[in-house]
């Protein structure tokens, strides 16, 4: 096992490296530059902008910046920020619990949501259970998630006068607060999440219930609980796990805009305005970030698919 | 922001329909909107000193209001050296007298709930303000970004400075009056010199590295001089030579004519820097430290500033608040909404389309302040843009063709029920006593536009346009137009772009073809604009625009001291530059500002706009806690 985490953790590094180059040239082919865009409406004459780019090192050679950028990320050094001048590291220490909490969240309440609900669903084949709890996957996957946000904290705001706060307060300096500022955009964010993994978790648990081993345990005349939690659901539950894996890359992309719309500035914030303002050295960072963050997910995906089904070896 | 719809919070019924529709194009539209802003522009000089002796200009103490120089806009009356004491903070006309009276052909005023202007100010309380505003750092030498402006101007002073809302008697937020801030007086003994004496125990907020120090001369010859050394804002500074006589003495030198460097000096953006923080941090983008109303005590880029009050102001019963905390809000919904739920006292994403988010806020807090202003003083005019070298957009009656086209009320009835202007800040200034004369370019008439068209041999001609869709709605109004070029055999090819690559191309003087949605008219007093963005002589004149004419009456705008004729001159170049069409302006909504009850002294101007250049205005703003 160590083995195999070692060799995965190895694999990643090209993916990385692959994800940084990419970046790297997709973002200086945009047109424009960081100095461009705060200038903003005032306006930047050519000269002016050649001397910003060359006190930034920007006129050097793309190959000169990639690798000068690489070593320094190699060790966690993001530098700093062509926007606002401020340290990348400093504010990724900022940003990531906030988007770590939403997705964390956002997930556990979709796979509290989905799971039952799919065993449920498929326990109940044909009936009223059944279809709503289909009709709930078909609503949940064709609303996208800055609709449900967008009303939420409008309704939200014409009904009770009330819009979760803003900021990013941290859970363990004031939770009441926390939850109040991400229990909504977490369970919306879930919302999206649990349609997909509803829909999945009831046609798995449908094809585990005709194995021959689940006919043996209603056979012995083991209780329905019993068979569905530790026969059926635990056999149905790998291609759950694999699309959940995939599901928090999405999960991820959603938190932009949600980010926006409930004001939490964490890292898909970072990742939006970077964007937009060719905040390259952020850009990169967030997006290596990112990529990090979904391989070590599918890592531990494919992990617990051993404690899941013992004859699974990982090598 | 026409293309926006929010839900109806209206008390009727919303229909399950409306809200998806509403929520889904707000939504789409809050991603690109969060970036708009900005705003400004203008004038005036009609108020203020006209008499020409060379005098001081003895302004008075500083205490509560702050003492009007009022060295008006122009340099005649600058040299005049007057000494009005300003208006104390209670003085004030309710919104519809101040609408009614100058300049004539303005259009502001309260359409609900107008507040008291006679209130007494209370002190206390904690403002809390929905900004959406992505700072690029807070140095103000380095970055003319309304966005940075936002933030530091409550923290800073300036030498001299724009009046605010109730210190113009009477209230014009179009006027442009220049009064003393650090400066105790000015003398401008001859149209190349100015000398000013400061205000005596100015300190510097008692924060590391600068501790409080008292402030002096050299302070403001290293501010100015910081200033000048950056290209950006030495364009408009005009050329001076800063001198500091003595601790309490500064001599401004200047080494041409340049009638407009108060104005100039005045802007929100011109502040009194002290050297300390530059010499720890390099530059002024990590710390605000000034000897302004508010301390910055917490700054987080991108999503919130905390500022308490300055205990060591030199206006000691300034500032009201004790506090300010300043959310930062991507998402126009969301800014709304939590307006509407109360738990801002202002958001800045309240510049809203009068037909659809002014009824929903109104449903939903009947008792919100409505401020409407006809044409804020946007920094940008909403319009198609011509490089001036390149065939065929070098041939005016190509230009004017385009123009005569399309019919602008056709969308300023379907977004603003008729109630709209065009050429913004160009034209809304207190330089015309009645609506300008905007020229044949602006008299809808297809068959006389496809005739000049095919005069000019291009009688089925392909527009290639490149444009940001800066104000929610330019897509809306740009198709429209679209449509109706058609039918006169113009092709409009629409290609958006965002706000940098738009940048790039613009600035860049990359543009072959047509450009814009928005032409930016930063620095914002309008004649200064002039000059630095449409001047063959300026590196800033990105359309390339070489016309002698045009030049010659720029030239004797910035450069004569005489009033009548500075007048003159501005509606000469304003025809030798609209006329010609050089640049063609479609329609804008009048601004709205919404704000809670509870706040008042938000009165405002070209230079204290909190929704734009900056917030300087707010030591005037109190609570009604």
Redesign the interface.
């Known amino acids: 096992m160590a083995q195999y985490i070692v060799r995965r953790l190895l694999l990643a590094v090209p993916v990385l490296v692959g994800v940084s180059l990419l970046v790297f040239f997709m973002a200086r082919i945009?047109?424009?530059?960081?100095f461009?865009?705060?200038?903003?409406?005032?306006?930047?004459?050519?000269?002016?902008?050649a001397k910003l780019r060359h006190e930034a090192g920007l006129d050097r050679p793309l190959a000169v910046q990639y690798f000068d950028w690489a070593g320094h990320a190699a060790v966690l050094n993001f530098g700093d920020?062509l926007?606002?001048?401020?340290s990348v590291n400093k504010?990724l220490r900022?940003a990531v619990p906030i988007t770590l909490e939403l997705t964390v969240l956002g997930s556990l309440i979709g796979l509290l949501i989905a799971v039952p609900l799919g065993v449920l669903s498929a326990a109940t084949r044909g009936s009223p259970v059944d279809y709503l709890a289909r009709l709930f996957g078909v609503i949940g996957l064709s609303i996208?998630s800055?609709?449900l946000?967008?009303?939420a904290?409008?309704y939200?705001?014409?009904w009770?006068?009330?819009?979760p706060?803003?900021?990013?307060i941290s859970f363990f300096s004031n939770p009441w607060r926390n939850m109040q500022q991400f229990l909504i955009p977490s369970t919306i964010l879930g919302a999206g999440f649990s349609a997909a993994v509803v829909r999945m978790t009831r046609s798995s648990v449908l094809g585990a219930l005709h194995e021959d081993y689940v006919r043996t345990a209603w056979a012995k005349g083991l209780r329905a609980r019993l068979v569905l939690l530790r026969h059926v659901l635990r056999n149905a539950l790998i291609p759950v796990l694999t699309l959940s894996g995939a599901q928090v890359g999405y999960l991820l992309g959603g938190t932009v805009?949600i980010?926006?719309?409930?004001?939490l500035?964490g890292v898909g914030?970072?990742a939006?305005?970077a964007i937009?303002?060719?905040d390259y050295f952020v850009l990169q960072a967030v997006t290596l970030l990112a990529a990090a963050a979904f391989t070590l997910v599918n890592l531990l995906v494919d992990i617990s698919y051993v404690w899941l089904d013992p004859r699974i070896r990982l090598r | 922001m026409g293309a926006q719809r929010?839900?109806v919070?209206t008390g009727s019924r919303l229909s399950r329909r409306a809200?998806?529709r509403g929520?889904?194009l707000?939504?789409l539209g809050?991603?690109a909107l969060?970036?708009v802003g900005?705003s400004s522009s203008n004038n005036n000089k009609k108020g203020a000193a006209a008499t020409a002796t060379k005098a001081a200009t003895t302004a008075a103490s500083a205490t509560s209001a702050a003492p009007a120089a009022s060295a008006a806009a122009s340099a005649a009356a600058t040299r005049a050296a007057t000494s009005a004491p300003a208006a104390s903070a209670a003085a004030g006309s309710p919104a519809a007298s101040a609408g009614s009276a100058t300049p004539k052909i303005a259009d502001f005023g309260w359409v609900n709930n107008a507040p008291d202007l006679k209130a007494t100010p209370k002190k206390g309380g904690t403002l809390r303000f929905?900004t959406h505003v992505?700072?690029?750092?807070?140095d103000p030498v380095k970055?003319?970004?309304?966005?940075s402006a936002n933030i530091y101007t409550p923290v800073y002073s300036r030498l001299i400075r724009a009046q605010y809302g109730t210190e113009l008697q009477p209230y014009n937020p179009w006027r442009l009056m220049i009064t003393n801030d650090l400066a105790a007086s000015m003398e401008h003994p001859d149209a190349m010199t100015y000398t000013f004496k400061l205000k005596p125990n100015v300190k510097f907020q008692n924060v590391d590295p600068v501790k409080g120090r008292a402030f002096t001369a050299d302070d403001v010859k290293y501010s100015l001089n910081a200033f000048l050394a950056n290209?950006?804002t030495a364009t408009y500074l005009a050329a001076v030579k800063v001198d500091a006589v003595d601790p309490q003495t500064v001599k401004i030198s200047l080494t041409k004519p340049a009638n407009y460097v108060l104005q100039a000096m005045a802007d929100p953006r011109i502040v009194m820097l002290a050297h300390e923080v530059a010499d720890a941090d390099g530059?002024f983008?990590?710390r605000a430290i000034g000897t302004g109303p508010f301390i910055l005590d917490n700054f987080?880029?991108?999503?919130?500033a905390h500022y308490k009050r300055n205990p060591d102001y030199y206006r000691t019963d300034r500032p009201y608040m004790d506090a300010m905390q300043f959310?930062?809000?991507?998402?126009n919904?969301?800014s709304?909404?939590?307006f509407?739920?109360?738990?801002y006292e202002m958001s800045q994403y309240a510049l809203l389309n009068p037909l659809d988010d002014i009824k929903d806020i109104l449903a939903?807090q009947k008792n919100t302040v409505v401020f409407k202003l006809q044409s804020r003083w946007q920094?940008?005019i909403f319009a198609m843009g011509f490089p001036a070298d390149k065939a065929p957009w070098n041939d005016q009656r190509v230009r004017i063709g385009i123009s005569k086209g399309w019919d602008r009320s056709v969308y300023g009835k379907k977004a603003y029920g008729g109630d709209y202007n065009v050429l913004g800040p160009y034209a809304w200034i207190d330089e015309f006593d009645s609506a300008p004369d905007l020229g044949d370019a602006y008299k809808f008439d297809q068959k006389a536009a496809k005739d000049m068209l095919s005069a000019a041999g291009q009688a089925n001609l392909t527009v290639p346009f490149d444009y940001f869709p800066y104000g929610g709605d330019a897509d809306d109004q740009l198709q429209t137009i679209q449509n109706q070029l058609k039918e006169i055999g113009v092709d409009l090819k629409l290609n958006k772009?965002?706000?940098?690559?738009?940048?790039?191309?613009?600035?860049?003087?990359k543009a072959d073809g047509p450009i814009s949605s928005?032409i930016?008219t930063?620095p914002r007093w309008a004649p200064l604009s002039m000059l630095v963005l449409w001047h063959s002589g300026s590196?800033?004149n990105?359309l390339r625009l070489s016309s002698p004419e045009f030049d010659a009456a720029v030239d004797k705008l910035t450069t004569t001291e005489d009033k009548d004729e500075q007048k003159k001159a501005y509606q000469d170049a304003f025809n030798k530059l609209v006329q010609p069409a050089f640049f063609v302006s479609w329609t804008e909504s009048p601004t709205y500002s919404v704000h809670s009850p509870k706040l008042h002294g938000f009165l405002p101007n070209m230079y204290n706009d909190p929704t734009g250049w900056g917030n300087q205005a707010m030591e005037d703003w109190w609570l009604d806690t």
């Not at chain 2, 959310?327 to 998402?331: A, C, H, R, S, V």
């Open positions: 945009l047109p424009g530059d960081v461009t865009a705060q200038s903003g409406t005032a306006g930047l004459t050519a000269d002016q902008r920020s926007w606002n001048r401020r504010e900022r996208p800055y609709v946000g967008t009303l904290i409008t939200l705001a014409v009770f006068r009330w819009t706060p803003a900021g990013g805009i980010e926006s719309i409930f004001t500035s914030s970072m939006f305005d937009t303002n060719r | 929010y839900h919070i809200a998806l929520a889904a707000t939504g809050g991603a969060w970036m900005c929905g992505v700072p690029p750092g807070l970055s003319a970004s309304y966005e290209p950006e530059d983008s990590k987080q880029p991108n999503v919130s959310d930062n809000f991507k998402d919904a969301s709304k909404a939590a509407i739920a109360g738990q939903a920094s940008n772009l965002d706000a940098t690559a738009f940048f790039a191309k613009y600035y860049g003087q928005f930016p930063t590196p800033k990105y």
